[in-house]
């Protein structure tokens, strides 16, 4: 069965870029919408965007101008890229596939997270 | 801007059933047709129990069920277990944010 795997550094300075990956193993990437959700401390959860396996990517208007999704298929995983952090992008980030543009048949699987923490 | 919202915590217990709401304030997509809810224990994956309103995918217990009414959707878990007991969140499609999820509920087995 698929399975997704977050990596990346848990400690980023504020103002710099936070760098994650996700490796999808037991199952081609080349196909669905592979998404980053994250969740602040205390807080719920918040979408950050989604690509296309055809590189095709979506952001949540409030991170846009901030943040891109890449994906390499050779390598079956795909990455986020945030630049110019703060303490507020300090947050848990999951990664996890959809498998329609609209998410009506929702997102799963899920990661299970990888926390990255915005130092001053 | 597009908002769902629940409860902040509701609590049961074991073998009674708890319904958890979710309501949308405005632009979903599909009469909010496209809600799918996610169980979330922290420190594990989010873990998904009902899309497109009401259906479940496979390996997902059946004392898990969606519904909806109107612009409010709910989550119903009967026979309450202690394993139950974590964070439940709705999400749904908004035209203008793509993805919106709600606050998350979470749930407490007495």
């Known amino acids: 069965q698929v399975q997704l795997q977050e990596s990346g550094p848990g400690l980023v300075k504020a103002s710099e870029t936070l760098s994650l990956n996700c490796t999808v193993s037991?199952?081609?990437?080349?196909?669905?919408?592979w998404t980053w959700v994250r969740q602040p401390p205390g807080k719920g959860l918040e979408w950050i965007g989604y690509i296309y396996y055809n590189g095709r990517a979506d952001y949540n208007p409030s991170l846009k101008s901030r943040v891109a999704i890449s994906i390499d298929t050779s390598k079956n995983h795909f990455s986020l890229r945030l630049t110019s952090v703060t303490a507020a992008d300090t947050a848990v980030y999951y990664c996890a596939r959809c498998r329609d543009a609209s998410g009506y048949l929702g997102l799963d699987p899920w990661g299970r997270g990888t926390l990255v923490t915005v130092s001053s | 801007q597009p908002a769902l919202t629940q409860p902040a915590s509701v609590s049961g217990s074991p073998g009674q059933s708890i319904t958890i709401s979710c309501t949308g304030t405005?632009?979903?997509?599909?009469?909010?047709?496209?809600v799918s809810w996610y169980q979330h224990h922290p420190g594990k994956a989010p873990r998904l129990l009902i899309y497109a309103v009401d259906k479940r995918p496979s390996g997902v217990s059946s004392r898990f069920s969606g519904s909806k009414s109107g612009n409010t959707a709910s989550l119903t878990i009967s026979g309450l277990q202690a394993e139950d007991e974590g964070d439940y969140y709705c999400c749904s499609f908004a035209i203008s944010t793509n993805f919106v999820f709600g606050g998350g509920t979470r749930l407490t087995v007495l």
């Open positions: 037991g199952g081609s990437i080349s196909s669905y919408y």
């Open positions: 405005s632009n979903y997509v599909g009469d909010f047709m496209y």
